[in-house]
């Protein structure tokens, strides 16, 4: 089966050949970054609203006539999405807001959004016969990936920064991969990747130059469509680290707008944390990306130098979206909001989403009426150091009813 026209230039628009590990464009270098283009002549001939009634396949490969894949290898992969998507009244009416969902990608495989890249990343190593992959990350793509590694047989090589939170750590050792804390920020964890990949010739899951992976996580909007019978909601919330996130929310709806699935494309709110806005402050300035530096407790999205900002600010724009950026203790705010009235614990990075929503809806551009989805990338569990600094110490009791019945009071 092949969907895929051709790979296309984000700068210079050459194109060309769809092959499993082509990375970035030759003729632009590193920047270049790729985009997978359809033949959606192709896609409209398979799919429509009763393709969806008929699926039985329950995760990410439901989608597979959008996706850049060999069906042959998806077979033994960890079941990646078809995650819930929450109508969430309670949390609504707090922010006035009347029709609010809360998408939990928390619930995939290894607890967050980055499961969607991570499996295809594997099935394309394996169509391009790698035995192993490697990646640079805050975390989340780190444990991802190496989770769906182990599932497929695959070896993983990792680079985490030293900051990297314990939970994902665990997890990617639990996993079995070969981890390499790097002394250092993001920036340099992703710079010895590079290195590294180059030299051992791995295959590459670095998000931004690895034109497939946005194409993994398109596949949260193609369901957030499919989870509202196709009536797309007016804003959806995403919080912004590389960009790639982002950039796959506006390819997926883009997708079904391409095969008159949808009417419109929902706007997307990028939402960034106050000590790491790159994208922010380009936006407001109107000028070219500036690296910062990474001062925040949303890991996940503390990257300095975005690697994909052509796409993630096309999506915005196009989308005709806007950027915000919120602080630490909103952030915090935000997950204790999320935790009490949705039952849904999420990390600091994925929270950051939500305090966007509450800033948006409070300076007015968000109404009341708009239909809204605000996105939920990471499970909590996988940093509770910072969770737990937002809340008080447990009260510690004998065991003694009187001393309860005291506290109790
Ligand atoms: C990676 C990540 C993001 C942002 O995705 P980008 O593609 O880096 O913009 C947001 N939240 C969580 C929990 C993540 O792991
Ligand atoms: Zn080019």
């Not at 394309?124 to 989340?140: H, L, M, Q, R």
């Not at 949705?342 to 600091?348: K, L, N, Q, V």
Request: aromatic share 8%; hydrophobic share 40%.
């Amino acid at each position: 089966m092949s969907n895929v026209k051709h790979l296309e230039c984000t700068i210079c628009h050459r194109t060309y050949k769809d092959i499993p590990d082509m990375m970035t464009c030759p003729a632009c270098g590193e920047k270049g970054i790729l985009d997978v283009i359809y033949d959606y002549d192709k896609i409209r001939a398979v799919v429509d609203k009763d393709y969806f009634k008929h699926q039985d396949d329950h995760s990410i490969w439901r989608y597979l006539p959008f996706l850049p894949v060999d069906p042959r290898y998806t077979k033994n992969t960890l079941r990646v999405g078809m995650t819930p998507l929450y109508d969430s009244l309670e949390l609504g009416q707090s922010l006035g807001i009347d029709n609010l969902y809360v998408k939990d990608e928390g619930l995939n495989p290894t607890q967050s959004l980055k499961d969607r890249a991570s499996v295809i990343a594997v099935v394309k190593a394996k169509e391009a016969g790698y035995d192993t992959v490697a990646c640079a990350s805050t975390g989340n793509a780190a444990s991802s990936l190496a989770g769906n590694s182990a599932k497929v047989g695959l070896s993983s090589v990792i680079f985490v920064p030293k900051r990297a939170p314990t939970g994902k750590l665990a997890q990617l050792l639990a996993y079995g991969a070969k981890l390499f804390k790097v002394d250092g920020d993001y920036r340099d964890t992703y710079e010895l990747s590079k290195q590294a990949i180059a030299k051992y010739g791995w295959y590459n899951r670095n998000a931004a130059v690895n034109p497939f992976l946005v194409e993994g996580k398109k596949t949260v909007a193609l369901e957030i469509a499919e989870q509202l019978d196709f009536d797309v909601p007016d804003w959806v919330v995403v919080s912004v680290g590389d960009g790639c996130t982002i950039a796959g929310v506006f390819k997926g709806f883009m997708d079904l707008f391409e095969i008159g699935m949808i009417e419109r494309i929902p706007k997307l709110l990028g939402v960034q944390s106050e000590g790491c806005q790159p994208f922010v402050s380009a936006w407001e300035s109107n000028e070219d990306l500036i690296p910062t530096a990474e001062n925040t407790i949303a890991d996940s999205i503390a990257v300095g130098i975005p690697r994909n900002p052509i796409k993630a600010i096309r999506a915005v724009k196009n989308s005709t979206g806007r950027w915000i950026s919120v602080s630490d203790s909103a952030i915090l705010e935000a997950m204790r909001l999320l935790g009490k009235t949705e039952g849904i614990f999420a990390e600091p990075a994925a929270a950051c989403a939500l305090a966007g929503l509450i800033k948006a809806r409070k300076l007015g551009f968000i109404n009341k009426s708009d239909r809204t989805v605000v996105m939920c990338t990471g499970n909590g569990l996988k940093d509770t150091a910072n969770a737990l600094s937002a809340f008080k110490e447990p009260t510690l009791v004998k065991n003694d009813i009187s001393e309860l019945d005291a506290q109790m009071r």
